[in-house]
């Protein structure tokens, strides 16, 4: 069963797991003098890999489930089930509110971020609605209906649990499956026309780190290093001490001196870069690439519309948070607090991107 699997998908994945995860205890060796918090974080992260990979071999050689059929017929299931532990965060004493957003469910022993799950399980459900609807949704006044109804609710809840990170993930990878089921381009450039402006300067206006953000990202040269500058001020700072050939594995000096925030989130990026320079965040850029080549030539070469929809949409999913993240430390792209796949902390990240690896080895093996 191991033979039948897409062997591009499978290697590139685990040397990014590998990768990733050295990236991991470089980034965490900074927190070596709080011993109980850095055995904690790592044992998490070591713990999420390991049922990430169980489950991803699992997924990926079942013989009846997990496959592009077994999906379709019950998208439905698996959408009610992820809605219901998205809208679970919103439920006091189990949603947990972290530095102002409420994207987290305690339960106990651990706590989840369900939007790492409900993502691709949105993706299932869509790619299902709009195969099954696909003539009616050619008519504009279908179409923009179906939108306003499935994705209005969408912005509004992520607006709220302030979750724009999972939000613009989401919606990247939905044009990416209307685009294949056939949707017309105008159709698909109206609303995203139509969310930059008018639902960015709600945001703007109305979301005070938004607007912060924002601000940062399109006058740099004006933004206090001290306050809403600091963080992309010190990214640059260390990504740019890194020069070519970095400082080597460990000898970050941002991170042991503590004058860069998020190191094991939004700014792992910028440590692998000072410590591995320009040639080792180029690989990592590259490792990505060729994933999502290996991921498209599967979804390109699959038998059904509605494989292609999965393994494309899953793709997306997947690449698109390590460039978005990438970019946000080179102030290419606003900040979002988007983790990259396979590198960043936290646990229900890597577990959902390796059982979501898992699925598209299957469907890819069914073809």
């Not at 080179?330 to 229900?348: D, E, Q």
Request: no cysteine; glycine share 8%.
């Amino acid at each position: 069963m191991l033979r039948k699997l897409n062997k591009g998908v499978l290697y590139t994945t685990i040397f990014l797991l590998l990768s990733g995860f050295l990236i991991f205890l470089s980034a965490a060796l900074s927190d070596l003098k709080r011993p109980d918090f850095f055995f904690s974080v790592f044992s998490k992260q070591i713990l999420a890999i390991f049922i990430g990979l169980v489950f991803m071999f699992v997924v990926a050689t079942a013989k009846r489930t997990f496959s592009a059929r077994w999906l379709r017929v019950n998208s439905l299931k698996i959408f009610l089930f992820g809605l219901f532990l998205q809208l679970a965060v919103l439920i006091p004493g189990v949603g947990l509110n972290f530095k102002g957003g409420r994207r987290w469910l305690d339960l106990g022993l651990i706590s989840i971020q369900p939007s790492e799950l409900f993502k691709y399980i949105f993706i299932i459900f869509l790619s299902s609605v709009l195969l099954a609807y696909r003539k009616e949704l050619k008519r504009a006044k279908n179409y923009f209906l179906f939108i306003a109804i499935l994705f209005l609710p969408l912005l509004v809840f992520y607006f709220y649990i302030h979750d724009f990170g999972t939000l613009l993930n989401i919606l990247f990878a939905s044009l990416v499956v209307m685009l294949l089921v056939g949707i017309k381009y105008r159709f698909v450039l109206i609303p995203v026309l139509g969310a930059l402006f008018i639902f960015l300067p709600l945001l703007y206006f109305f979301v005070p780190y938004v607007h912060d953000r924002l601000e940062v990202y399109f006058s740099p040269e004006n933004a206090d290093i001290l306050a809403e500058g600091y963080q992309l001020n010190q990214s640059l700072i260390t990504i740019g001490s890194g020069q070519f050939a970095g400082r080597g594995f460990g000898s970050s000096l941002q991170k042991y001196q503590g004058l860069i925030p998020e190191p094991l989130g939004d700014s792992i990026f910028a440590i692998f870069a000072e410590e591995f320079g320009f040639l080792g965040s180029s690989l990592l850029l590259v490792s990505f690439l060729i994933l999502l080549f290996f991921i498209f030539r599967g979804a390109e070469r699959a038998s059904d519309s509605y494989s292609k929809m999965i393994v494309a949409g899953f793709g997306t999913l997947l690449v698109f948070p390590a460039f978005y993240n990438i970019g946000a430390a080179l102030g290419v792209v606003p900040l979002s607090g988007m983790p990259i796949t396979f590198v960043s902390k936290g646990g229900t990240a890597v577990f959902a991107s390796l059982l979501a690896v898992g699925i598209i080895l299957r469907i890819l093996r069914s073809r």
